[in-house]
């Protein structure tokens, strides 16, 4: 999906941003939105943060799951609320990022078949392990996972 400024947001389509150069293949400042990748879902708040969660929920509901997803079991569970999982939300985002730069315009044409290799298949089974972060989620029904306790917040950090 193409934005202004010749920008190619990574959405449905998977595309990466797109560099736009200056003179001599330098970059333009003015422009340094266009010249970096997206960031990493968990480094971002507010708009920027819901902004990306919805388009990663585009691809996920109307690429992956319709392509990719099997049926739920006890043995591969889903949760039909994924987005309230930090570990799915956060997996999920690297997939879709791998999915942009190895099937995207000017990818190589094994890019598919490494992204299939290399990132669907690893995550998707990291995701959908019975003890992975749907464990307890079941069909319809949503179990948020308990984070696992810690003695200090930071036992190396100043006393205070």
Aim: with cysteine; hydrophobic share 35%; net charge negative.
């Amino acid at each position: 999906m193409s934005t202004e400024a010749g920008e190619i947001d990574p959405t449905i389509e998977g595309a990466p941003v797109t560099q736009q150069a200056g003179m001599e293949g330098e970059a333009d400042p003015s422009q340094e939105s266009l010249l970096s990748p997206p960031h990493f879902i968990l480094y971002m708040e507010g708009d920027e943060y819901g902004q990306t969660l919805r388009q990663l929920t585009l691809w996920t509901h109307h690429v992956l799951l319709p392509v990719y997803g099997r049926e739920t079991t006890s043995a591969e569970p889903w949760c039909s609320r994924w987005w309230e999982h930090p570990e799915a939300v956060a997996q999920l985002h690297g997939l879709w990022l791998a999915w942009g730069e190895l099937t995207g315009p000017g990818s190589k044409l094994s890019g598919p078949a490494n992204w299939h290799r290399d990132y669907l298949g690893p995550i998707m089974s990291a995701l959908r392990n019975p003890t992975g972060p749907f464990a307890g989620c079941k069909p319809g029904v949503h179990r948020s996972k308990e984070i696992p306790k810690v003695d200090a917040i930071d036992p190396f950090g100043p006393i205070v």
